[in-house]
């Protein structure tokens, strides 16, 4: 497990790496890092709420101790923030003033509209704090308005693999980390779902080799019943 007074930064770790791939494969995006205050998160295990309008459904599968230490480190690594500031101001998109002092793992949305960028333990709290405070009857998240109903659905697995292929690129001795959210909502006129994808590939050693998947999700827009049928679809933040 990466742990340490600050984000370790995955450059630097991938020279650790050198033994379980080819020189060729090392191309992670820069600028990635381990925040490690989010790898010592007591995220849950298991955990379905499903009494009620507003429900989660969290599954999260490791083999062993060193399993569940290297998927807390895949889900604990954040894109670079630079970057994606920059492409919020490209887009001309809000992230909020709640970005300023922690990892950005969205690029768009404020309160229960934020949409991740990337699938990540901050990305996880966000929702769960959501659905927790909605169960509640409180609405701040959604601007003080009454909501019909939110679902939160997260399910993350780490394995060994003695060979593993990425599009580019072939590593050997490594875990593999899948990670995959979906939230959705109602405000009584649409009901928009996004749906994220990611996949960690780590050395034993806890060293992030390769990230797959950030910036690919993808967003459905409904109408809500209370207002009529139909949906339409946008591809990607």
């Known amino acids: 497990m990466i742990r340490g007074s600050g ?8 020279l650790l790496a050198a033994p379980f791939l080819p020189a060729r494969a090392v191309a992670i995006p820069p600028g990635y890092f381990v925040d490690s205050t989010r790898v010592a998160e007591d995220l849950p295990i298991d955990r379905e709420v499903a009494d009620g ?44 003033s709640d970005s300023a002092r922690t990892p950005l793992w969205w690029i768009d949305g404020l309160g229960v509209s934020r949409v991740p960028y990337a699938v990540t333990a901050g990305a996880l709290r966000h929702y769960i704090g959501l659905t927790e405070q909605f169960r509640r009857h409180n609405f701040w998240g959604a601007w003080d308005h009454n909501l019909f ?59 992030v080799i390769s990230v797959e998947g950030d910036g690919d999700t993808k967003e459905l827009v409904y109408f809500s019943l209370h207002r009529g049928i139909g949906h339409f679809a946008t591809n990607a933040r």
């Open 53 to 96: 309008d507003f429900t989660l459904s969290i599954h999260r599968k490791y083999e062993d101790a060193l399993g569940a230490r290297l998927l807390e480190v895949a889900e604990a690594t954040y894109p670079p923030r630079d970057s994606l500031i920059i492409r919020a101001i490209e887009r001309g998109t809000e992230v909020g």
């Open 7 to 14: 984000p370790a930064l995955v450059s630097l770790a991938l």
């Open 149 to 207: 109903w939110t679902e939160l659905r997260y399910g993350a697995s780490i394995s060994h693999r003695d060979r593993y292929y990425a599009e580019d690129s072939t590593f050997t001795n490594v875990y593999v980390a899948e990670m995959n959210l979906a939230w959705g909502f109602d405000d009584g006129t649409f009901a928009p779902e996004c749906l994220a994808h990611r996949v960690v590939v780590l050395s034993p050693d806890g060293t």
